[in-house]
């Protein structure tokens, strides 16, 4: 099989014109090509008059070595056609099932049912070796309805909402499937597999920009739930771990203690937690696990028409069914020495309540598969450091996050309303004492208000500075009837759990911290990558065999 990179063909080119690139690309007869199929496709739209798709495409043709050495040797420094990689996973551990039904066997604990969870209990799953996932949260169509609670009614359910429960954070986001980690084994696209088999569409395959929506992500984690336990797999909701099970003298893990008092024995210990799981954390601590504090960000989101984020980005193009809704992604570096980005941009989505804590308020972003909302949000946040915005201590983070947090609370009147600020105002450094022709789609409600007094000095300038430069890039980011509604505080874990080669704990033998919340994940797909690598490396413990190469 061959792969051809970079084939760039015009927004509106007929189908037949895909083949005719690859065999002009090839330099081969029609019957020669025998069949090829789309590994990616993306656009450049650089020129927005003559906006381009750009494919990757995997295909098969008759006398492949000839074929491709020819192209080699009349291009000797062109890198667009190779041989296709192997992008097959092997499970590391055949005997699972035999090493499962040995006497004493402890099966292996995960902690989480969000993307790195269900990943690794996937994984575990189909290995034989019958994990047990315990999640704090409810399953994901109870989850929901508190989830719905909170949005309709002003309800906070602590141990159900966006951010705890079957699914993890992702659930209620925009979904999106794609990252910029390292993935030299191809972990991302058998993740992607498996998410197709559980009812994702297969265009997330090949899209370069995929994204799947809250009610579809929803479907699927049933589906990889019903796997798990059809291989031997179980799931315990509503189930939080309070404490470690340690072999006294050495720390090790024997097993984990729930806040119903149960004691659960096992030997391989999967914390595959959220950023959100402060009172997590705290425990870990306590028991002696080694963290260290991680830089993360704070800031608004902020919502524009999604016509007017179309037209900047696509010109003519805009509203085209293969461009779909446009996104954006913006830096600048601030005078004051501050990074500002956009995060987590949700084209044609709804800007979500996400507290997990009483008298809190959290924003983030969510859209359906469709992502026809009216509006375009994202995160516009700001980087922060450990020593220097707050004391070098790992829960120092989620000490600063909570401070602002309140202070949101407080200046949304204290009913999980949010603060929202029209962005002329905001800029002219006055309070928002009514709201314009954005509509914003926070829900259950905003309350017009001055943000400043909901974020650090440094952020506000820093946001100040941005936006203006935004919009240049941009026609539209600074309208004056934009809308920012505060705050955002979750955009990763404020800390790291550090493990070794083997996927350990350095300080606590027998606990693999994995995923977002342990700091080495940040989105649905990198978390699901980790928790095939977690996987990996508790069954080739369990099986006596050397961890290598798996990227931890």
């Known amino acids: 099989m061959l792969r051809l990179t970079e084939l760039r063909l015009p927004l509106d080119h007929p189908p037949e014109a895909l083949e005719e690139a690859v065999r002009a690309r090839l330099d081969v007869a029609p019957d020669a090509l025998e069949h090829f199929s789309v590994f990616r496709r993306g656009h450049d739209a650089r020129r927005r008059s003559a906006i381009m798709l750009v494919y990757t495409v995997d295909c ?7 074929v491709l050495a020819r192209y080699q040797a009349a291009h000797p420094k062109d890198p667009h056609v190779t041989l296709a990689p192997d992008m097959v996973w092997r499970s590391p551990v055949a005997e699972g099932a035999a090493l499962a039904s040995r006497p004493g066997y402890v099966r292996p ?42 949005w309709r009614r002003g309800v906070l359910t602590p141990e159900s909402n966006v951010q705890f429960g079957e699914g993890g954070a992702g659930t209620f986001s925009d979904g999106k499937l794609y990252s910029q980690v390292r993935d030299p084994r191809f972990l991302g696209r058998k993740v992607l597999e498996e998410f197709v088999k559980a009812g994702a569409p297969e265009e ?42 340690q072999e006294p003298g050495t720390g090790r893990v024997k097993g984990v203690r729930t806040a119903s008092g149960e004691v659960i024995a096992s030997d391989h210990v999967v914390m595959a937690v959220g950023h959100s799981a402060r009172d997590t954390f705290a425990m870990l601590q306590q028991a002696g696990v080694q963290m260290q504090a991680k830089p993360f960000s704070i800031g608004v989101r902020i ?15 805009a509203g085209n069914a293969l461009l779909g809704a446009a996104e954006y992604r913006l830096v600048h570096h601030a005078s004051n020495g501050r990074g500002v980005y956009s995060f987590c941009m949700c084209p044609g989505g709804t800007v979500v309540a996400a507290a997990s804590e009483e008298g809190q308020v959290v924003t983030n972003g969510m859209s359906q598969y469709s992502r026809a909302e009216r509006n375009a949000n994202s995160g516009m946040v700001v980087d922060l450091r450990p020593g220097e915005d707050y004391p070098d201590d ?71 500075e941005a936006l203006p ?12 009837d934009a809308v920012m509604t505060g705050v955002e505080t979750r955009t990763s874990s ?20 994995a995923g977002e919340g342990a700091g080495y994940a940040g989105g649905i797909l990198s978390a699901g990558i980790d928790g095939i690598r977690i996987a990996e490396a508790v069954a080739m413990d369990i099986a006596g065999k050397p961890v290598e190469g798996l990227g931890l």
């Open 303 to 317: 919502e524009h028409p999604q016509s007017v984020i179309d037209t900047a980005q696509f010109g003519p193009s």
């Open 60 to 66: 098969a043709v008759r006398d492949e070595a000839a």
């Open 494 to 513: 404020p800390l790291r759990i550090p493990r070794g080669a083997d996927g350990q704990s350095l300080s606590t033998p027998g606990l693999y911290p």
């Open 109 to 150: 604990v995960v902690i989480g049912a969000g993307p790195c969870g269900f990943m690794a209990a996937l994984m575990l799953a189909r290995m034989g070796l019958r994990p047990l996932v315990l999640e704090r949260g409810k399953v994901v169509r109870e989850r929901t309805v508190d989830t719905f609670a909170l």
């Open 469 to 480: 430069l935004f919009d240049r890039k941009l026609k539209g980011f600074a309208m004056d």
């Open 394 to 464: 790992p829960l120092a983070g989620m000490a600063f996050q909570r401070h602002w947090e309140r202070k949101a609370f407080e200046a949304g009147g204290g009913n999980y309303k949010a603060p929202a600020q029209r962005v002329g105002d905001f800029l002219a450094g006055r309070p928002s004492t009514t709201l314009g022709a954005v509509v914003p789609s926070y829900k259950p409600g905003v309350t017009p208000a001055d943000l400043s007094t909901c974020l650090p000095e440094f952020a506000v300038a820093a946001l100040r």
């Open 204 to 245: 997330i395959l090949y899209l370069a920009h995929p994204h799947i929506g809250t009610f579809r992500l929803v479907s699927m984690v049933e589906h990889i739930r019903a796997e798990i336990e059809a291989a031997g797999g179980e799931y315990r909701f509503g189930t939080r771990v309070d404490g470690l099970v």
